[in-house]
C-alpha cells in the first residue's frame, strides 16, 4: 500500500483489518510503524531540517498513536492521515514553543548520536544534500504561518493529492487549494 496515492477500496479494507488488529495486538501496531516510520519520518525532516528533532518527533508521533490506538475510530481514510496530522501537530509545537528556530547543521551534527540512529542519519544526509537549495527553501517556509507550511510541504515535498491532504488536514479541497495558492504567492516573494 502506498501513500502517495489514493488508495483501493480493497487496501482500504486491508488497513482497517489491520488497524482494529493493532487495537489490541501489538504486533498489528508494529505492522502500522514499520509501513508508515519512514513516511511520518520524512516528513519530519522535510519540515524541521534537523535530524535528531525528526527522529524525535517520529517517535512521540508513534507514541501518541499508540497510546491512543484503542480509541481510534475507522473512517475509511488511510491511517497514515491520523499519523500525518499527529505529527504535523508535534511539529507545529515545537515551532510554537521554539519562537520557529531552525537549527543549523552544525547544531544537526553535534545532536545526532551516529551510533544510535547511522543508517536515518547516512539516508537523510543524502537526501539533504541531493537539494542544495532545500535548507534556504526550508527557512523560507518556516517563516510562513503554520497553516501554509502543512500544505505546501504535503503538496511538494511529500507529494500528496488534494484529496490526501483533505484527508490529513481534515479540511475542504477549496480551503487547501486556497492555502496552497496564498502560500506559494507568500513563499515566492519571501524567496526573491
Same mark, same amino acid.
Given at each position: ?5 489514493? &488508495?483501493?477500496?480493497?487496501?482500504? +479494507? ?23 516510520? @519512514? ?12 535530524? @535528531? ?9 508513534? #507514541? +501518541? ?11 475509511? &481514510? ?23 528556530? &531552525?537549527?543549523? #547543521? ?30 534556504? #527553501? ?12 502543512? &500544505? ?14 483533505? @484527508?490529513?488536514?481534515? +479540511? ?6 486556497? #492555502? ?13
Amino acid at each position: 500500500m502506498t501513500v502517495n496515492t489514493i &488508495v483501493s477500496p480493497a487496501e482500504l +479494507k486491508t488497513e482497517e483489518q489491520l488497524v482494529r488488529r493493532a487495537q489490541h495486538d501489538c504486533q498489528a501496531f508494529g505492522e502500522l510503524y514499520e509501513i508508515y516510520y @519512514q513516511r511520518i519520518f520524512n516528513l519530519a525532516l522535510k519540515r524541521t531540517a534537523n535530524i @535528531q528533532l525528526a527522529l524525535d518527533i517520529t517517535s512521540v508521533t508513534f #507514541l +501518541k498513536a499508540l497510546s491512543q490506538i484503542k480509541k481510534y475510530r475507522w473512517r475509511d &481514510v488511510p491511517f497514515g492521515a491520523w499519523l500525518y496530522r499527529i505529527a504535523g501537530n508535534e511539529i507545529n509545537d515545537y515551532y510554537r514553543k521554539h519562537n520557529g528556530r &531552525v537549527t543549523s #547543521l552544525e547544531q544537526i551534527a553535534e545532536l545526532a548520536d551516529t551510533n544510535d540512529y547511522t543508517d536515518e542519519i547516512n539516508q537523510a544526509e543524502e537526501e539533504l544534500s541531493r537539494h542544495e537549495e532545500f535548507l534556504r #527553501l526550508h527557512e523560507k517556509i518556516a517563516e510562513l504561518p503554520e497553516m501554509y507550511q502543512e &500544505v505546501i510541504t504535503l503538496k511538494f515535498f511529500e507529494k500528496k493529492k488534494i484529496r490526501e491532504m483533505v @484527508q490529513i488536514l481534515g +479540511k475542504k479541497e477549496g480551503t487547501i487549494k486556497s #492555502l496552497l495558492h496564498r502560500g506559494l504567492e507568500r513563499l515566492r516573494e519571501k524567496m526573491s
